[in-house]
């Protein structure tokens, strides 16, 4: 019976340690993650902490960073008398909203002002939580851990291991993350702005292909709603208020534009959260001019029109409903450059996409199925090639190897199911990873996948700021 007490009192010991022990291995080994986007997060809640005097938090996913202009947007506050220290506190839909909710509402104070401006997406408007991505932005901070609810916690420390071995494994390889342009830590001011210049749209057609926005058919979770509702009696109670306004959205995304659509996302989110909604959807939903690297991000100049949209909301529910008087910035032309033409256009059949703004791919001539290499061209006629059907390489039995352009944006589902031969899938895309969902690669077993080795760490740790769709095959990704 002794020996019994001694090992369960053991067992205890161990169980309540072993978190402090795989903390303490955490820390030993050498940061990662420290200069890149996801190492933001740490300064961003530690800002919100040692403000004083009234402060206006912005929470929501990565919109925010890319979509407020912060010095602006105090300066057109105090113009009309309203002091407030804006702390945006929006980075990650990888990490999910209802992280972002969690980690600041211990630092609300009286007097403050919360905006909630989330992506309308299904797993935005969730209580979904990225451990392992979160896990990444807290490596050099793990006191954020503290700040999660039970449910969080209990995530991040259960994928705790796998992201150890994850390091592990990164640190043998010498592929390290990388932490350059805008998605580095460098790239934020100290009061949270992203500071880096983002001219004009650097999307092929000026929207994300793979990711239409379809409002009529956003799901707002009721775990999510019944969330912010909790969080919204907190802030009372602190005697802060909580209001909702929108996301931007690019336009040419839209799956519906119709007033039906808009009507249908409006009422979901007035019949799902009980804070004031303070702004108009419609109002948010901008030309492609003024994103910048996908439909919810925007460029600088598009930072600032959100920013002033946003200002005579807060204005007007503030009681101020004096026009805003703020010179709009001029429309920025294009920064997507098309390609020079590699691969051989005469091998595909192409059919115009978007308008006619570029092309896609929809099958192959009968002379190329014969061939075993094949390279699709990055442009025809001066427009860019952007995608391809899922049954554009049907009947290439003797395809082996494929190369796609970074002009492609995404690999649709069972893209290669067509190709019993296919062995190499060889991308060119150095700027960004090309789209891909769990089952792009559906019916290519044996096939592996080579990017170039510039872009291999964003293919194997994603963006920082968005979920990362190669995570399920990275055991056949190789850097070239």
Same mark, same amino acid.
């Given at each position: 019976?002794?020996?019994?007490? *001694? ?51 912005? *929470? ?17 506050? !105090? ?42 997406? @299904? ?86 292909? +793979? ?28 005697? +802060? ?19 039906? !659509? ?17 702004? @108009? ?11 910048? @690297? ?19 909301? *807060?204005? +007007? ?28 256009? !005469? ?42 059907? +899922?049954?554009?390489?049907?009947? !290439? ?84």
């Amino acid at each position: 019976m002794k020996k019994t007490w *001694i090992s369960i009192v053991a067992f205890m010991l161990l169980v309540c340690l072993l978190p402090a022990l795989l903390l303490t291995v955490g820390a030993s080994l050498p940061s990662l993650y420290g200069k890149s986007y996801y190492a933001e997060l740490a300064p961003l809640t530690e800002r919100l902490d040692r403000v004083q005097g009234k402060k206006l938090v912005l *929470i929501g996913g990565s919109n925010i960073a890319f979509g407020v202009d912060v010095d602006l947007l105090e300066q057109l506050l !105090a113009e009309k008398g309203y002091s407030y220290t804006v702390c945006p506190y929006g980075l990650y839909a990888a990490v999910g909203c209802s992280a972002m909710l969690s980690l600041s509402e211990n630092a609300l104070k009286e007097g403050d002002l919360v905006v909630l401006a989330v992506e309308p997406t @299904d797993e935005t408007m969730s209580t979904y939580f990225g451990a392992s991505v979160f896990l990444k932005c807290a490596e050099d901070a793990p006191w954020l851990l503290a700040r999660l609810n039970a449910e969080q916690r209990s995530a991040a420390l259960g994928n705790y291991v796998s992201y150890l071995q994850e390091r592990l494994s990164i640190l043998r390889s010498g592929q390290l993350p990388e932490a350059e342009g805008v998605y580095s830590r460098a790239s934020f001011g100290d009061n949270g702005n992203l500071d880096y210049p983002r001219e004009g749209n650097i999307m092929a057609l000026g929207f994300d292909t +793979a990711e239409p926005v379809d409002l009529k058919n956003v799901r707002i979770e009721d775990a999510f709603a019944e969330q912010v509702r909790d969080y919204c009696r907190a802030a009372e109670r602190k005697g +802060a208020q909580v209001w909702l306004s929108f996301s931007p959205v690019n336009r040419s995304a839209l799956a519906d534009e119709s007033e039906d !659509a808009m009507l249908s996302f409006f009422t979901h989110c007035l019949e799902s959260f009980s804070c004031p909604v303070i702004s @108009d959807p419609r109002r948010y939903v901008l030309d492609s001019a003024w994103f910048y @690297d996908s439909n919810f991000h925007l460029n600088s100049a598009g930072a600032q029109v959100r920013t002033v949209l946003l200002a005579e909301d *807060i204005l +007007a529910q503030l009681g101020c409903c004096e026009a805003v008087d703020y010179p709009l910035p001029n429309v920025t032309a294009s920064a997507y450059q098309v390609a020079e033409t590699a691969g051989d256009a !005469a091998n595909f059949v192409l059919e115009p996409f978007a308008a006619g703004a570029g092309w896609q791919v929809t099958g192959l001539r009968a002379e190329a199925k014969e061939k075993s290499v094949l390279a699709l061209p990055a442009s025809c006629e001066g427009k860019p090639v952007v995608g391809f059907t +899922a049954g554009a390489f049907a009947g !290439a039995d003797q395809l082996e190897e494929l190369c796609l352009p970074g002009s492609i944006e995404t690999i649709p589902d069972n893209a290669f199911s067509g190709c019993p031969s296919l062995r190499r899938l060889v991308l060119l895309h150095e700027n960004a990873p090309c789209g891909v969902s769990e089952h792009s690669l559906d019916g290519a077993e044996a096939l592996r996948v080579y990017v170039p080795a510039a872009t291999y760490p964003m293919y194997r740790d994603g963006f920082g700021c968005e979920a990362n769709p190669w995570i399920v095959f990275l055991d056949r990704v190789f850097p070239y």
